[in-house]
């Protein structure tokens, strides 16, 4: 027998007999594996596994990417609003601030050059749980028009979908 100190006092408890290989004993497995179970559920309810941390959520944001290229291209405003989510911020260049409707209403009316060729280069996706955050340098031609932009894009899976909540862009200097 061996003393358990209990309430500052010893008990007398069985020696357990240990694995011959120095593991934990019967008894000891038979009280570790329902706790084990229960801790794991606590933590996976708490903290649960993301499944967009995955290939198929940066898939799936890089066809958004290609998507928000060709509905810029395409001033496609049924693509704006499916892509771009109603709380949807735009910071321009300009330093100026628009909303989903302003920024779709900004590009079929602007006396702003638009640019008829995206080219996106050093495009960078991070995936943080439910939310998506890509990096990236856009190269836009067009007629009367050459600039270069470096953006960053915010995604966030609501219900089931990924839409942009916010885009913002830098100019890049010609030089």
Same mark, same amino acid.
Do not use: C
């Given at each position: 027998? +061996? +003393? ?5 006092? %010893? ?21 570790? &594996?329902? /706790?084990?179970? /229960? ?15 995955? /290939?198929?959520?940066? #898939? ?11 509905? #810029? +291209? ?5 693509? %704006? ?6 709380? %949807? &911020? %735009?910071?321009? &260049? ?9 920024? *779709? *209403? ?7 050059? #638009?640019?008829? &060729? ?6 960078? /996706?991070?995936?943080?749980? *439910?939310?998506a955050v890509v990096t990236g340098r856009e190269n836009t031609t067009g007629p009367r028009f050459t600039g270069s932009t470096r953006f960053t894009h915010v995604w966030v899976l609501r219900q089931g979908t990924w839409q942009m909540v916010t885009a913002q862009r830098t100019e890049i200097p010609p030089g």
């Open positions: 027998m +061996r +003393r358990i100190l209990n309430d500052d006092s %010893f008990i007398r408890a069985p020696k357990l007999k240990r694995d011959p290989l120095g593991g934990p004993s019967r008894a000891e497995l038979t009280f570790m &594996t329902p /706790v084990a179970t /229960v801790l794991t559920f606590v933590a996976l309810s708490i903290f649960p596994p993301s499944p967009q941390d995955s /290939v198929q959520a940066r #898939q799936a944001i890089l066809r958004l990417e290609e998507e928000w290229k060709e509905a #810029q +291209r395409n001033t496609d405003t049924a693509a %704006f609003t499916r892509l771009l989510a109603p709380d %949807f &911020t %735009f910071i321009g &260049t300009s330093g100026s601030i628009r909303d989903r409707t302003d920024y *779709a *209403a900004s590009r079929s009316g602007s006396w702003i050059p #638009q640019g008829t &060729t995206f080219t996106v280069t050093e495009l960078h /996706v991070r995936i943080y749980g *439910a939310t």
